[in-house]
């Protein structure tokens, strides 16, 4: 009897054990789930300047998937290009208790106030695509723009050896836009030099904005008499308004058009010979990495840069993506291949013979 008591009770000992255990296990593994149920998400906020163009939909829409797949909750603004309503939108994400923020501002001198205001509240900054200066930022993620700059020239330069030049850089209040100037400035140089080339006008675009763009081309195209042999747009929306502005002057498919961001319709009008190249980056990985860097940073371990950026204030950890460029030859291998856009969509808006098979 008494060996029978003793292992009841040792039994009954195993068993509460087991059932602790088990307690135990069920509420370590159903935690996150809990503190999903309970909204104690890790919260990032991402605040963008403007949802104007083609580009940064896409942007949000592959940040908030990789944040969600990472259990954590995306806190988005669009400051429809107002920089005060930015600043308040970014100081109200805060208060609701983000982490990291993710900026892309419109201007990058006047961004470092937003900085500063995370960083008093012990928030995390990302500098999303452009590159906030004289600021504490924790990490810069973007492309190598003076690497897009340097594809953009250098294929003018060895498409159109001589002739008139014409010139649309971006936002003045966007430092990547000068970045990318700079960068086409020191391709063009010595054939300017030389006499080949002449820059005929040569002008920064308010907000990037492509009607800004079209009447800058317009007077562009009428004080050279029409005589123009390229035009290097900064980006997609540019060339937009350049490509309407040739139109309106039968130069359409004569003149060389250069474009950055690979949109939809750079993309058709490259297959229809209207635009000669463009710079595709594949931004969803771009915002992909932003959030997995996002929520490392909110748990406090440390970026994965691949190299640094002066900013001005500081050398910022930096993740510099490889851009592509994309002309009528390699649009099926880069743009389609990668999913970024569909074959369907580009053949919708093209006769039959200038389809891509
Ligand atoms: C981005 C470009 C974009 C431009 C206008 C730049 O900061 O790098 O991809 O076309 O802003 O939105």
New binding site residues.
């Given amino acids: 009897m008494v060996g029978l008591n003793a292992e009841v009770n040792t039994l009954n000992k195993a068993l509460l054990r087991l059932t602790f255990v088990s307690t135990l296990f069920v509420i370590v593994l159903a935690g996150p789930l809990l503190l999903a149920q309970d909204g104690n998400k890790t919260k990032i906020g991402f605040s963008i300047e ?1 949802m ?2 083609e ?2 939909q896409t942007d949000l829409n592959s940040f908030e998937v990789t944040a969600k797949q990472l259990g954590a909750e995306v806190i988005s603004a669009d400051a429809k290009g107002d920089d005060d309503l930015q600043f308040k939108q970014v100081k109200a994400m805060i208060k609701e208790g983000i982490k990291v923020l993710v900026l ?1 501002p419109r201007d990058t001198t006047t961004a470092s106030r937003m900085v500063d205001a995370a960083k008093s509240a012990n928030v995390k900054v990302i500098s999303y ?2 590159l906030i200066l004289n600021s504490d930022v924790d990490l810069y993620v ?2 190598d ?1 003076a690497e897009i700059g340097k594809m953009q020239a250098e294929y003018l330069v060895s498409h159109a050896l001589k002739g008139n030049y014409v010139l649309i850089a ?2 003045p209040n ?1 430092e ?2 000068k970045a990318l100037h700079d960068a086409q400035m020191t391709v063009l140089q010595p054939y300017i030099d030389r006499g080949d080339i002449k820059v005929t006008a040569d002008e920064y675009t308010k907000d ?1 904005s492509p009607t800004e763009a079209y009447l800058f081309a317009l007077k562009a195209i009428g004080s050279s008499q029409d005589n123009i042999a390229a035009v290097l747009a ?4 540019l060339a937009a308004g350049a490509i309407e502005a040739l139109r309106s002057h039968n130069l359409t498919g004569k003149v060389l058009v250069t474009g ?2 690979a949109d939809l319709m750079a993309i058709i009008c490259i297959a229809q010979g209207t635009q000669a190249m463009t710079v595709y ?1 594949p ?1 969803t990985t771009e915002a992909a990495r932003a959030a997995e860097e996002a929520v490392r940073m909110a748990a406090n371990e440390r970026p994965r840069a691949n190299g640094t950026m002066n900013n001005g204030k500081t050398e910022v950890p930096t993740i510099m993506l490889e851009p592509v460029l994309v002309t009528k030859d390699n649009i099926k291998t880069t743009v389609v291949k990668d999913g970024f856009q569909k074959l369907s969509s580009i053949n919708q808006a093209l006769p039959a013979d200038q389809q891509i098979k």
């Fill in positions: 403007a104007n163009g580009r940064w892309l695509d452009r973007s492309f723009r971006g936002s966007d990547g836009a990037w900064s980006n997609d929306g950055q961001d980056k931004i």
